[in-house]
């Protein structure tokens, strides 16, 4: 069974500029959450997906933003870049949400440096 | 606001003693408690979880360990391995899928 895939593995942007990221989850996953890892932060969490509907969302702007397709791929959309945008984004799938503690499964991560 | 916090960074252990990794959370209505193993270049994997039902769970080498009243979790490995050695994070969850993730802490095991 594939495990989750996340591209572009890496990208370099410029400050103000925009980036998406792609996330497929495991085969007959339907739940797609994602997560900023930084240095000294651990990993925060940005929002989650199900059925092409965002149901938690984290506590970040608003230039952060997500979607998910009717096949459960997600995207990560993230506008403006600051300096401090630059982090690796991981991408975790579960079967369902919603239902107590279903185990996540988490991508390699994009890594995005902002310049 | 770091609602799951590990406050020591890094751990060096001898192989075969015992790894301690601990998490201290402030959240008293988390329910549900996990460790993740990571390694560079690769997404977190899960390890082991307990729920807060529970003061112990076990699964071979590793043991995860609550204590509600002090809000603290903890990891023990016995024996520590050479391939334990990753970064690894505690997480907590309200409700089904939104967790809360401490800052990690980097185990080396040394042979």
Redesign the interface.
């Known amino acids: 069974k594939a495990g989750v895939t996340q591209t572009p593995r890496y990208l370099i942007k410029t400050r103000g500029q925009q980036v998406t990221l792609s996330c497929s989850p495991i085969s007959g996953h339907r739940s797609v959450s994602w997560y900023q890892q930084t240095p000294g932060q651990g990993l925060q969490f940005l929002f989650e997906y199900f059925s092409e509907t965002q149901r938690n969302k984290g506590n970040f702007p608003g230039r952060f933003s997500g979607r998910q397709f009717s096949n459960s791929r997600s995207e990560m959309n993230v506008s403006t870049l600051e300096l401090g945008d630059s982090a690796l984004y991981l991408c975790a799938s579960s079967k369902l949400a919603g239902t107590p503690h279903n185990e996540q499964f988490f991508g390699p991560g994009t890594r995005l440096t902002v310049l | 606001d770091?609602q799951?916090k590990?406050n020591s960074p890094s751990l060096s252990v001898q192989e075969g003693r015992i790894s301690i990794l601990n998490c201290d959370y402030t959240n008293s209505m988390f329910?549900?408690f996990l460790w993740?193993k990571k390694y560079p270049?690769?997404?977190?994997?899960?390890l082991i979880?307990i729920?807060s039902i529970k003061d112990k769970n076990e699964d071979g080498r590793f043991t995860v360990f609550l204590n509600k009243s002090a809000k603290h979790l903890s990891l023990h490995i016995v024996p520590s391995q050479p391939g334990d050695s990753a970064v690894y994070?505690c997480?907590a969850?309200l409700?089904?899928?939104?967790?809360?993730?401490?800052?990690?802490t980097s185990l080396t095991v040394i042979p």
Not at chain 2, 95 to 104: D, I, P, S, V
Request: net charge negative.
């Open positions: 770091q799951v590990q329910d549900y993740y270049a690769e997404g977190p994997t899960f979880s729920s994070f997480a969850s409700t089904g899928n939104q967790f809360y993730f401490g800052t990690g």
